[in-house]
């Protein structure tokens, strides 16, 4: 391993205090301000390391705009509405989203936009993109002022960390990143046995926890209870839960080892949506699915909204509607594996596409 500046910064950390969690490791790699993934790269694209499914069609955030702006008039159309994105990436689902919300004007006119980024260079492309739009931004949604919101997140839960743990013979053990002889990264587990609950899986299994994920379900479930609105999150991830070990690093749309080279690759876990919705559904707001992404967007009318898309286009144009559809609904690629779940407040109407 060449001894890039956060390898070293690792070290050191390592070093000084000792293995560090899986859910630390993430965080640094992601996050360091001058060394991390999101400091050093442009994820997102085809010129990034991966591509999202507003990347791969318009239709994607049209019909959640669609979405938003019926849910918005079946709960009584509140004027101003609170539109939020987590994690915006460029911006496109946003964009996307409001050219269909000016379908219904009202709802277009009452939004007021807030973006939750951390990037400062994603900030910096989604200003571009959304210019008209005056959007504001947030570290976290803390800052997002209070009232009626529509919340939108797409690949957003899988870049939290995650802890890991290890099934032993006498019992679970968090999983830590620690130095091998040569001072290269590598996976241990912690001695002590941890004392966190886990499910009764066998002995091998490897059990992941999200705890910014589950304080994040739990702070949209309260505010959702106490102004009304809703939450729509997709995501890749599993349902029911599942042991095994998620832990992804991409670069460049090619697997990496999660190890290797930290800051240069995206690092991912799958999404427990059961654990996600607990934590919301403990805070008193109800929970809706999750759905696969196929079903979910079959029901929103994926199928009638390309066709129009493609309508009066050339021959390569339409193709190219048709394999992103096919890229966001097939089992094999999108339409399985992700996975859609809402959160609404107590007397909200039944979302469409969850019933
Ligand atoms: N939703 C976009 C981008 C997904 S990539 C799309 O579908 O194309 C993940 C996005 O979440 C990036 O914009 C990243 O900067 C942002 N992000 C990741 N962790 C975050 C955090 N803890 N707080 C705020 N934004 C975060």
């Not at 936009?113 to 803390?142: C, D, F, G, N």
């Not at 479930?221 to 839960?241: H, I, K, N, S």
């Not at 697997?255 to 949506?273: E, I, K, Q, S």
């Not at 654990?275 to 992404?293: E, I, L, Y």
Request: glycine share 8%; proline share 7%.
């Amino acid at each position: 391993m060449s001894a890039t500046p956060l390898l070293e910064h690792l070290r050191g950390l390592i070093r000084a205090g000792g293995p560090l969690t899986v859910e630390r490791y993430m965080e640094i790699a992601l996050w360091h301000p001058q060394w991390g993934y999101y400091a050093t790269h442009s994820p997102v694209g085809a010129h990034g390391d991966f591509v999202t499914a507003p990347e791969i069609s318009q239709i994607f955030g049209e019909l959640i705009g669609l979405w938003l702006a019926d849910l918005w008039q079946r709960s009584g159309a509140p004027d101003p509405v609170i539109v939020c994105e987590l994690g915006p990436g460029k911006g496109t689902l946003m964009a996307d989203l409001l050219r269909a919300a000016a379908m219904v004007p009202a709802f277009r006119r009452a939004i007021r936009m807030h973006l939750v980024e951390t990037s400062a260079k994603l900030r910096a492309v989604q200003a571009e993109t959304l210019r008209a739009a005056t959007p504001s931004w947030h570290p976290s949604l803390a800052t997002v002022p209070a009232g009626f919101l529509l919340l939108v997140a797409n690949e957003f839960l899988d870049a939290l960390p995650v802890r890991q743990f290890e099934r032993q013979a006498d019992g679970w053990h968090e999983r830590r990143v620690d130095l091998d002889a040569h001072g290269d990264l590598t996976f241990a587990s912690d001695p002590a046995q941890s004392a966190e609950a886990l499910a009764a899986w066998p002995t091998g299994s490897v059990a992941e926890r999200r705890p910014t994920a589950r304080t994040l379900a739990r702070d949209i479930g309260e505010r959702l209870v106490r102004q009304g609105g809703a939450a729509l999150f997709v995501d890749y991830g599993y349902f029911p839960p599942a042991p095994g070990d998620t832990l992804q690093a991409v670069a460049r749309h090619q697997r990496h080892a999660p190890l290797r080279d930290p800051g240069a690759a995206d690092l991912t876990a799958h999404v427990d949506f059961a654990d996600f919705a607990a934590a919301a559904t403990a805070a008193g707001a109800r929970a809706w699915g999750p759905v696969s992404q196929a079903r979910f967007l079959k029901a929103l009318g994926i199928d009638a909204r390309a066709r129009r898309l493609a309508d009066g286009k050339d021959a390569q144009q339409q193709a190219q509607i048709e394999s992103g559809c096919r890229r966001l609904l097939d089992e094999t690629q999108m339409g399985t594996l992700f996975k859609a779940l809402a959160l609404t407040g107590r007397d909200a109407p039944t979302p469409a596409g969850f019933d």
